[in-house]
């Protein structure tokens, strides 16, 4: 973005930061149905699903890995399926109305491993990861450090089951991955599964 205006005689213009962050609100009628990142681990068993809304292909181009290493990347996370991400909205609506999700946090910045720290130090625990539940054929690293639209849900492994078919029937079975739990143990660990 580019401002440009006149001082006088002379002529003045202001190039805005190459990223551009907009904000928005709405009314919450029930804040107890607020999603937060924080996990849980007094809730008995749970598992961590990954709603992949990239649909497996990694993408890295732009992600902070890339410019950690001084690149760019040839192919960066796109919207590809505007009608995956509104059946994905939908979905979190009635799971978190049924009281399905106890916590959630987007997948962006950072990638799966930053989304699952994070989590992570929210709620004071650790992590097990298995990526070999991906069925990927992509290396850890890309899995890992992609950036695609997408969200990690923790809800009780009993209500997996549940969670997983509103999921499928809202289409977005195949974008779906239990891909771990939290612990008390305070780490993370990762299985790559390759």
């Known amino acids: 973005m580019k401002t440009a205006w006149s001082d006088g005689n002379a002529k003045k213009e ?4 190459l990223s551009l962050i907009v904000s928005a609100f709405a009314r919450v009628f029930d804040a107890r149905k607020t999603l ?9 068993d749970t598992d961590l699903i990954l709603i992949d809304l990239g649909l ?16 760019i990347g040839n192919a960066a996370p796109d919207v590809d399926d505007a009608l995956l991400l509104r059946a994905f909205f939908g979905a979190i609506q009635e799971l978190n109305a049924a009281g399905r999700i106890l916590a959630y946090h987007d997948r962006s910045d950072g990638g799966l491993f ?5 989590m992570m ?8 990861l298995d990526l070999g ?11 890992l450090f992609n950036e695609e639209l997408g969200a990690i849900l923790q809800v009780r492994r009993a209500a997996t089951g549940a969670a997983l ?9 195949s974008a779906c991955h239990v891909i771990g ?10 299985a790559a599964g390759r």
């Open 14 to 17: 202001v190039i805005a930061p």
């Open 36 to 44: 937060t990142p924080q996990l849980r681990t007094d809730c008995g």
């Open 56 to 71: 497996n292909k990694c993408r890295l181009g732009g992600a902070a890995l890339a410019q950690v290493y001084g690149q």
């Open 114 to 118: 930053v989304t699952v720290c994070e």
């Open 121 to 128: 130090f929210a709620g004071r625990c650790g992590v097990g």
């Open 133 to 143: 539940a991906l069925g990927n054929a992509h290396t850890p690293i890309e899995v």
């Open 165 to 173: 078919h509103t999921l499928a029937a809202a289409g977005l079975g």
């Open 181 to 190: 739990s939290a612990n008390d143990g305070g780490k993370l660990t990762i």
